[in-house]
């Protein structure tokens, strides 16, 4: 069977951001089909276009598709997952880096969590059904860092235990495990794949 993994960058990225091109060599190099995409309008994105986006990339999810997410890249993945749980239908893995489960806030609260930013407002003010993403993201990993300035690792994993019940891992030390906190190699995120 092929085995395809589809990494998502998150908000203000790139597909050079940090570890994403160090695990895409490592997947290839164990014969897995990579893609790592430039996500469109990353520095305003849209959810409707990323699902759009990454439902036109994936094509048919299957037992061999595996998803990698990071930062907003994993509510990208999320809210795709959303759609194809709907669907009756699964991928093999996911694996989530530093992301939170998008519950739906306020738009006052998720005004405070994104600091007033109006591109990522409806990002957060928008919640997800549990439910059908659980019953498509096959097995899931997340990982966190204990010190990453924009994810409280507290809520995160709880917000993650209540709604998918994934494994979690917590790094020591990694930030927001981007270019600024020199984040070049994750191995946790290349396990969670490839075990």
Known sequence: MLRRAFIIHGYLSNPNEAWLPWLQGELEERGYLVSLPLMPHADRPVISEWIDFIAKLIGEPDDGTTLI???????????????????????AKTVLVAGIFPTGMSPEDADTETGGDPALDP?????LDPAKVKKAAGNCTVILSDNDPYIGVDRAKAVFRATLGPKIIIEHGHGHFNEDDHVVELPSALAAVIS
Request: aromatic share 10%.
């Open 69 to 91: 997410g990071h930062s907003l890249g994993c509510q990208g993945v999320l809210r795709y997952l959303e759609t194809v749980g709907a669907a009756g239908k699964s991928v």
């Open 123 to 127: 990002w957060f003010s928008k919640g």
